[in-house]
Structure formats: C-alpha cells, structure tokens
C-alpha cells in the first residue's frame, strides 16, 4: 500500500543518497524501464533542460516508490501499456476542461508537481507525465502530505 509514510520515507531515502549512488540508480532505472524513459524524454522535449531532467528524476522516484511499496523491482513498463495510460489521461484531462469534474482528492502527482519550481505549462506536462506513468503502473493516489495550509 502506498501511503504518506511510504511516501515520506521514499523521498528521505532518495535525497540521502550519496551522488555516486545516485548517478548508479539513475543509470540502472533508465535500463531497466527505457520505455518510460524514453515517454520522459518525447513529452518534455519541448521544455529547459533543467525540467526534463526533473522529469526523469520525478519518474524514478514514481518508481521508488511503487518498488517500496512491492518491496521487488518494478517490471519493465510495456510501451503499450504507457500508450494506453497516456490515451486514458489525455482523454481525462478533455473531460475536465470541458467541465467533467475535480480531482476525487489531492493525489501523489499533484503533490510532487506542486513542488516543481517551473511555470505552469512545465507543471502541467509534468503532471501528464507522472499520471501517466502512475496509471500505467496501476499505483494508487494517496493523499499527500500537507505542508501547512492548502495551497489555493
């Protein structure tokens, strides 16, 4: 089950890493789901250097914590799989223009995203990239952390 405390140790495990570890993570993540690196890198290709490489940095995290909460590594991501998740997204997010509702509740994506220093057409890409990769790995949304009070 992914949850704020899973979440929360997650993210205190990854930022303690030491840059040697992190660069050998990064590397071994990029091999062992290219299909998700390669979505990182066609839906912000458009963006500054600095936000795709939060990009990939979002999505390994992504990762990190649905490996924790399996306690095992994640199987490669099938590309159909990621095109499917997008499809489904994409369409989503249609709906919500057109005034098809909110979201159910603040989720894990909306909380990282909040988080991005980076205008909002980088927040948003970055926010389809890590709905869509969390759909396609099927991870549930937990309610994220609250730093205070709620952003409005």
Same mark, same amino acid.
């Given at each position: 089950?992914?949850?704020?405390?899973?979440?929360?140790?997650?993210?205190?495990?990854?930022?303690?890493?030491?840059?040697?570890? &992190?660069?050998?993570?990064?590397?071994?993540?990029?091999?062992? &789901?290219?299909?998700?690196?390669?979505?990182?890198?066609?839906?912000?290709?458009?963006?500054?250097?600095?936000?795709?490489?939060?990009?990939?940095?979002?999505?390994?995290?992504?990762?990190?914590?649905?490996?924790?909460?399996?306690?095992? %590594?994640?199987?490669?991501?099938?590309?159909?799989?990621?095109?499917?998740?997008?499809?489904?997204?994409?369409?989503?997010?249609?709906?919500?223009?057109?005034?098809?509702?909110?979201?159910?509740?603040?989720? *894990?994506?909306?909380?990282?995203?909040?988080?991005?220093?980076?205008?909002?057409?980088?927040?948003?890409?970055?926010?389809?990239?890590?709905?869509?990769?969390?759909?396609? *790995?099927?991870? %549930?949304?937990?309610?994220?952390? &609250?730093?205070?009070?709620?952003?409005?």
């Amino acid at each position: 089950m992914i949850d704020r405390a899973l979440v929360d140790e997650v993210w205190r495990e990854v930022t303690a890493y030491p840059p040697g570890r &992190q660069a050998a993570e990064a590397e071994e993540f990029l091999e062992r &789901q290219p299909d998700a690196a390669a979505f990182c890198q066609a839906v912000t290709r458009e963006l500054d250097v600095a936000v795709q490489r939060a990009a990939i940095g979002l999505a390994f995290l992504i990762f990190k914590i649905r490996e924790a909460s399996l306690g095992a %590594p994640v199987p490669p991501l099938a590309r159909s799989r990621i095109r499917e998740a997008y499809e489904a997204t994409t369409d989503w997010l249609e709906r919500r223009e057109e005034g098809g509702g909110e979201f159910p509740h603040r989720n *894990l994506v909306q909380y990282l995203v909040e988080w991005v220093d980076a205008d909002e057409e980088a927040k948003a890409t970055l926010f389809l990239l890590l709905k869509t990769l969390s759909d396609a *790995l099927d991870t %549930p949304h937990p309610a994220s952390p &609250q730093r205070g009070e709620e952003k409005r």
